[in-house]
């Protein structure tokens, strides 16, 4: 099995970024609402990315108890500042807020989660938009290891149906050419499906491994984007490590999408500055990646 370096894709990235935004004022602001620990490391890792590569970064903290109507108020204000390229709400939100309403008042154009309707559907018609950053990481990786260009009619099954990994992923590999295949919790026979991979992408978050190298292809390139951690204290994703003996390419848990998650936000939100400078259309072009 060849091991896929994430972290060395991530720095190799962030370099190249670096020089492009030599000159240039970019500005991303993270909105945070306090009460989930994670979230914290999480946007610590963001804030490093940014300084390493000169790109403006303000961490937006807000409290627990904080009113919907603030935070669209916050976002609307943030949406009509020229200065501000790039808006992300930190997620999960407190249960109270209504999350898909709160992330539908970010202008899609400063969107550099990709999570909004209006660019979520422009992957459905191969329009220029922002991409959710993590289904981005997992492109990156195949890239890395196949090409994106040798993965046409290629098997590729997907577990997890969300908006940030699942969904997006169907239609951002048919612009591939790809034959991808979406399982979830209700899938029947599970390891029948996987067991065809060529290419298997699991975001399910199970407590347990969900994934054991009977259920994988001989060489398939496997990717693990969930992160969990168990009764133990110790994080793990669906994928147990076994399988490495028996696949081609398996990403490490932690230190795996994760880190290309991070470098995709950073190039979408250099992406969101050139939309916003008229440097790339924001609609009618169309766009693959």
């Known amino acids: 099995m060849k091991n896929i370096d994430c ?13 492009e935004l030599e000159g240039k004022e970019v500005a991303l602001k993270v909105i945070q609402v306090e009460g989930d620990s994670a ?17 403006n970064f303000e ?18 204000t943030l949406n009509e500042d020229n200065k501000t390229h790039g808006i992300m709400v930190q997620l999960p939100l407190p249960q109270a807020l209504n999350e898909e309403k709160i992330i539908n008042t ?13 660019n979520l559907g422009r992957i ?30 290629k098997e590729v ?37 996987t067991q065809k991979a060529d290419i298997l992408i699991t975001a399910a978050g199970t407590k347990e491994y969900l994934i054991d190298s009977s259920m994988i292809k001989d060489g398939a390139l496997v990717i693990d984007v969930s992160t969990t951690i168990d009764n133990n204290g110790k994080f793990h994703g669906d994928v147990n490590p076994e399988i490495k003996e028996k696949a081609g390419y398996l990403t490490p848990v932690p230190g795996g999408i ?5 470098l995709e936000l950073m190039k979408n939100t250099y992406r969101a500055y050139e939309i916003q400078k008229k440097k790339i259309p924001s609609k009618g072009k169309t766009y693959i990646r």
């Open 7 to 19: 972290k060395e894709l991530k720095q190799k990235g962030l370099q190249q970024l670096k020089k």
């Open 39 to 55: 979230s914290d490391l999480y946007v610590r890792n963001k804030k490093k990315a940014a300084e390493l590569i000169g790109m």
């Open 59 to 76: 961490h937006i903290l807000l409290p627990e108890d904080i009113n919907e109507e603030d935070i669209i108020h916050l976002i609307e």
């Open 106 to 118: 970010i202008n899609p154009n400063k969107d550099v989660d990709g999570l909004t309707n209006q």
């Open 124 to 153: 459905m018609t191969k329009t220029e938009g922002l991409r959710p950053c993590t289904a981005e990481g997992v492109l990156n990786v195949i890239d890395e290891c196949i090409g994106l260009d040798k993965i046409k009619g």
């Open 157 to 193: 099954v997907i577990i997890g149906r969300t908006t940030l990994v699942g969904l997006p992923l169907i239609h951002m590999l048919l612009n591939y050419n790809a034959t991808p295949t979406i399982c979830h919790t209700k899938t029947k026979d599970l390891k029948w499906h």
């Open 258 to 262: 994760g880190q290309l998650t991070v």
